[in-house]
């Protein structure tokens, strides 16, 4: 099964910034939406932001507007996920996801999960 590669992950301080990165070179992204979605210890995987590939409108949880912007490459096929003032609640395992054009930013509609890659956020 084809997967996303995600990196960029790491441990910050509160109030620092993390860039993440999204590897959707081996997809075909025509059509489609890309998610980014966290997952901490014992809690169930939850969107965090999505982007449509192709007009690129965004969308994004409550708890990160103002805070995370969600960006892509067309041409590398990498999708980004910028998040600044992070707070330890932010703290989780990071995944990206895929789903159709229309898909709902919800983690139901998405599949092919990379890795992940983690955050914490922490004094």
Same mark, same amino acid.
């Given at each position: 099964?084809?997967?996303?590669?995600?990196?960029?992950?790491?441990?910050?301080? @509160? +109030?620092?910034?993390?860039?993440?990165?999204?590897?959707?070179s081996r997809? /075909?992204? %025509?059509?489609? !939406?890309?998610?980014?979605?966290?997952?901490?210890?014992?809690? #169930?995987?939850?969107?965090?932001?999505?982007?449509?590939?192709?007009? +690129?409108?965004?969308?994004?949880? %409550?708890?990160?507007?103002?805070?995370? !912007?969600?960006?892509?490459?067309?041409?590398?096929?990498?999708?980004?996920?910028?998040?600044? /003032?992070?707070? @330890? #609640? %932010?703290?989780?395992?990071?995944?990206?996801?895929?789903?159709? #054009? #229309?898909?709902?930013?919800?983690? !139901?509609?998405? +599949?092919?999960? +990379?890795?992940? !890659?983690?955050?914490?956020?922490?004094?």
């Amino acid at each position: 099964q084809v997967q996303f590669v995600e990196s960029g992950g790491g441990r910050v301080q @509160p +109030g620092g910034s993390l860039r993440l990165s999204c590897d959707a070179s081996r997809f /075909n992204l %025509d059509y489609s !939406t890309i998610g980014w979605f966290r997952q901490a210890p014992g809690k #169930e995987r939850e969107a965090v932001s999505c982007i449509r590939s192709d007009s +690129g409108r965004s969308f994004y949880v %409550d708890s990160v507007k103002g805070r995370f !912007t969600i960006s892509r490459d067309k041409s590398k096929k990498i999708v980004y996920l910028q998040m600044n /003032n992070l707070k @330890p #609640e %932010d703290t989780a395992a990071y995944y990206c996801g895929i789903g159709s #054009e #229309e898909s709902p930013c919800y983690r !139901t509609h998405f +599949g092919s999960w +990379g890795q992940g !890659t983690q955050v914490t956020v922490s004094s």
